[in-house]
């Protein structure tokens, strides 16, 4: 698909940019000229543009071309659940140590433990992620949350205070039966026989049983899905097909989740047929909410808060945010207008910046708190070439936004 000029071209942009800045800075009273030239300021925090670059690679090419150009530049590292969740805390100065476990189809692996403080942070997809295995390997009543249920006992073994376990990239509809035997749980059927490996045990499994010892004191999991448990939104139906499922797998796997459900209402007295989000990681969040008493929050909010964003954002003039492709999906709680909301609330005057690759439905973006959008293409190209030069694109438009704004300062 090509792409235009119009007015995503990064230099006709610009310009909306330097109308837009010029308008506000012309409320500044010129006895304060010289202080808003001395502490022009600006907040830096990208998300992934998915395929080409990742989150930090994206918010420190932004901060650099910001930092060149005479701004003092916050950068804040985020992450929505999925990959790059234990980059951004090594970004944040997180200590990652590797354990040993298990895939989704158990074989050996290592995976990290990002370690901030008292604070472990687990990337499900770095142990039961879709990455990990070939594509003809895909099988949702087979792959098993076991190895992330690893790290957690590890977390928890090293008397982790609190554990984020960002859940997105799943390659499992297991209902974390598997995470919850890693943890000591017996899953099994009414014959005693094991049902925790993959979606095929969900329908044969009776009995739910652990110890306090399975409990951390604090787990928040960090993800962007609101899928219920059950049903047609439901982690089957939707993930399912996306996970190697066939319609029959999807079926079984269904009518297995419904019995996970009915009986985790009966033990704990916690209904996830519908509750917003517990068909995550293939049930696995709702599972851990019900029997590990976790809750659910968004990656990115998640990341705002672990990096104290409303006191480094506060008063400053300028956010800039972006991704890959930004549209309407993006108003629905994607990073940059989650980003973009949280800053209006601690700096209700400032100028909201976003970058991506591609740009799409920019009225319902303005609507959601984004200023300007520019993409970064500069000439007409194809999406393979646009993301094959996606970070000098982004270095590129960076820059120029930059200098704009700081000859207004």
Not at 231 to 240: D, H, K, L, S, Y
């Amino acid at each position: 698909m090509k792409t235009g000029r119009g007015l995503h071209g990064a230099g006709i942009a610009a310009c909306l940019g330097y109308t837009f800045v010029k308008g506000l800075l012309s409320n500044v009273p010129e006895d304060d000229a010289a202080r808003v030239e001395v502490t022009m300021k600006a907040v830096v925090a990208m998300n992934a543009f998915k395929g080409s670059i990742r989150a930090r690679a994206a918010t420190d090419a932004v901060a650099l071309a910001f930092e060149q150009a005479g701004f003092e530049v916050e950068r804040l590292y985020l992450a929505d659940g999925g990959e790059g969740t234990i980059e951004a805390a090594a970004a944040m100065g997180a200590r990652v140590e590797f354990v040993p476990t298990r895939d989704p189809l158990m074989r050996p692996v290592e995976a990290p433990i990002a370690w901030l403080g008292e604070t472990a942070v687990i990337e499900l997809a770095r142990a039961s992620g879709m990455g990990l295995i070939a594509p003809e390997e895909r099988n949702p009543m087979q792959t098993t949350t076991w190895g992330t249920g690893v790290l957690l006992r590890r977390a928890l073994e090293e008397h982790a205070a609190a554990v984020i376990l960002g859940v997105g990239g799943s390659a499992t509809l297991d209902g974390g039966l598997g995470l919850l035997a890693a943890l000591g749980f017996d899953v099994t059927d009414d014959a005693g026989e094991a049902t925790w490996r993959g979606g095929e045990g969900l329908a044969r499994t009776t009995r739910i049983v652990g110890s306090g010892a399975g409990r951390p004191a604090s787990l928040v999991l960090a993800t962007d899905v609101i899928n219920p448990l059950t049903g047609p939104n439901g982690a089957a139906a939707v993930f399912g097909p996306q996970k190697g499922g066939t319609a029959d797998m999807v079926s079984a796997i269904e009518k297995g989740m419904e019995n996970l459900a009915r009986l985790t209402a009966q033990v704990t007295g916690v209904h996830l047929e519908s509750m917003p989000g517990a068909g995550a990681s293939g049930g696995l969040a709702g599972t851990a909410v019900a029997w590990l008493g976790a809750r659910t929050q968004p990656g990115a909010e998640v990341f705002m808060d672990l990096q104290d964003f409303d006191r480094r954002a506060a008063g400053v003039p300028i956010l800039v945010t972006g991704e890959g492709r930004i549209d309407a999906q993006t108003v629905y709680g994607k990073v940059p207008v989650r980003v973009a909301r949280r800053f209006r609330s601690v700096s209700p005057g400032g100028l909201v910046v976003a970058l991506a690759g591609a740009v799409r439905d920019r009225v319902a973006v303005h609507d959601a708190g984004i200023d300007i959008l520019l993409a970064t293409p500069d000439a007409p190209m194809t999406e393979q070439d646009a993301m094959a030069n996606a970070l000098p694109l982004l270095e590129q438009t960076a820059g120029e936004v930059a200098r704009l704004l700081a000859s207004r300062g």
